[in-house]
């Protein structure tokens, strides 16, 4: 249930969420933004991107103080004058992930798999090609024992004969919890974080940083990516209306559409009323 009054932190997913479908953020909801910090209220926007997308990251949430990114295994500190301070930095060993991956495939079969490996300004991802994958500009093809040469941020894996959540569901019988976290973001892929890597995980990072409880927060999402945070999160838990049956389910309040700058219509009532 809504807390009456302000919440100390507010935290946004946004791809899907905040930002639209045309992968643009509208000049009001950078303005709504912008009046939720000038009220003291720290903004976080927390994404599975990885740090690779920084620059996008910060260009389409301007108003952050914090970014959680890489699903929870990358948190950035903004708010430090001499500049962006990273909090976390998680990886998942290659031995694990080639270990699990051959657990998946001899359940699925063969599975298309794409690794987020460096940090680098907008470095590619690594792997199979696939023609559904949105960002081919920041794709580069390389073999599985290339993918595994080295410790990732996140790993990316579909297969032909399974919808992602069937995927997701079969996976997560396989792989337990303390070898990998697993979900989905809305782009037809499995995603393989490090265990203990989540958004919730990822905002405790910055809520201790700023002393906040998470009783006192409030967040939008619109994927099973952002269930964690939806469990963490107390003042209120808020879906857009183009969100994935699974959050809408958990949802304390759902807002307009991400093209309908949901968020910022949400944030500008809260501020007003």
Avoid at 6 to 33: F, N, Q
Wanted: aromatic share 6%; with cysteine; charged share 25%.
């Amino acid at each position: 249930m809504t807390r009456p009054g302000l919440p100390k932190l507010i935290a946004t997913d946004l791809d899907g969420t905040l930002v639209r479908s045309d992968d643009t953020v509208s000049a009001y909801t950078h303005g709504v933004l912008d009046r939720v910090r000038a009220a003291g209220i720290p903004v976080v926007g927390a994404t599975g991107r990885g740090p690779r997308l920084g620059e996008l990251t910060r260009n389409d949430i301007r108003a952050a103080d914090f970014l959680v990114m890489a699903g929870g295994g990358w948190v950035v500190d903004q708010s430090d004058p001499s500049g962006p301070v990273v909090l976390r930095d998680e990886r998942l060993p290659a031995e694990v992930l080639a270990r699990l991956l051959a657990d998946l495939e001899a359940q699925v079969g063969p599975l298309t798999v794409m690794v987020e490996a460096s940090d680098e300004h907008d470095a590619p991802l690594w792997g199979d090609y696939h023609e559904s994958w949105p960002y081919q500009d920041r794709f580069e093809a390389r073999t599985r024992d290339e993918c595994l040469a080295s410790d990732v941020i996140k790993a990316f894996a579909r297969t032909a004969d399974h919808h992602v959540d069937e995927l997701l569901a079969v996976a997560r019988e396989i792989i337990p919890p303390q070898v990998a976290t697993l979900t989905q973001a809305g782009l037809g892929f499995v995603e393989i974080c490090p265990p203990g890597v989540d958004k919730a995980t990822g905002l405790t990072v910055v809520a201790q940083t700023l002393g906040v409880d998470p009783a006192d927060v409030l967040v939008f999402g619109d994927m099973p990516n952002d269930l964690p945070m939806f469990g963490w999160a107390g003042w209120s838990r808020v879906a857009v209306a183009n969100a994935h049956p699974a959050l809408r389910a958990v949802a304390d309040e759902v807002t307009l559409r991400n093209d309908d700058d949901g968020v910022a219509v949400y944030l500008d009532r809260l501020l007003s009323r």
